[in-house]
């Protein structure tokens, strides 16, 4: 089946540190991909999202792109800020009308000033 | 894109007792999703709702403890039934945003503890 695995966190980093969280996926079919991120008591909120190869979902100076060559979708951020620590976490969606989202484990990070 | 109410946004219950949980979306539509997330743990599909037809639970799920009302496209109920601490969960319904291309929208999710 459809399965999404990312990095296990929690990931701690110094302000303005690089940030990057691997998500690697295993789809049956051509999945659009989804980063969501879930603040402290908070509900999730989608980030970012690519629907086909090589495409790059960028918002709120994150960024990740679609390769289906290595059936991944890393985030990255070049310069993380205290306001980012939140769990963040990787999904997929096969391209057909009322298909769920299938997430990964999620990932911890925790930015420190 | 589409705004969710859920409603409680927490709650403490008694073993043994039932909680009924609400998301009202501010446009039509067609599927709606309900998850769990489990203390530390990612998210995993209940069921999914469609107006005017039984709900499609996932596998580890029936229908007896989680019922689930779809009576418009609009509105939705989940309710956790004969509660134990085993329920103590976050419950968020969602929603297949047609403002996003292949999105979603989440509700603000239940914070349910179970004593």
């Known amino acids: 089946g459809d399965s999404v695995t990312q990095m296990e966190g929690p990931v701690t980093l110094s302000e303005e540190a690089f940030l990057t969280i691997n998500c690697t996926y295993t789809?049956?079919?051509?999945?659009?991909l989804f980063w969501y991120v879930q603040y402290p008591g908070e509900g999730l909120q989608l980030l970012l999202k690519?629907?086909?190869?090589?495409d790059k979902g960028s918002n709120k100076g994150f960024e990740a792109t679609y390769r289906k060559e290595t059936t991944s979708f890393h985030l990255e951020k070049g310069s993380v800020q205290v306001s980012d620590s939140a769990v963040y976490f990787c999904?997929?969606?096969?391209?057909?009308?009322?298909?769920?989202?299938?997430f990964g484990g999620g990932t911890r990070l925790m930015v420190k000033p | 894109s589409a705004v969710i109410s859920q409603k409680p946004s927490r709650d403490i219950c008694q073993r043994g007792t039932s909680l009924t949980i609400q998301c009202q979306v501010d446009s039509q539509v067609t599927m709606m999703f309900w998850y769990r997330q489990q203390p530390g743990q990612s998210l995993t599909l209940i069921a999914t709702?469609?107006?005017?037809?039984?709900?499609?639970?996932e596998s580890g799920f029936v229908i007896d403890k989680f019922p689930i009302s779809r009576p418009n496209l609009t509105f939705s109920t989940l309710t956790v039934s004969n509660m134990s601490p085993e329920d103590s969960s976050i419950y968020l319904c969602?929603?297949?945003?047609?403002?996003?291309?292949?999105?979603?929208?989440f509700g603000s999710g239940t914070r349910l503890t179970v004593v």
């Open positions: 690519a629907t086909k190869a090589d």
């Open positions: 969602s929603v297949e945003d047609p403002g996003q291309y292949y999105g979603y929208t």
């Open positions: 709702a469609n107006q005017g037809s039984e709900a499609t639970y």
């Open positions: 789809a049956t079919g051509y999945p659009s």
């Open positions: 999904a997929l969606s096969l391209n057909n009308a009322g298909n769920m989202l299938t």
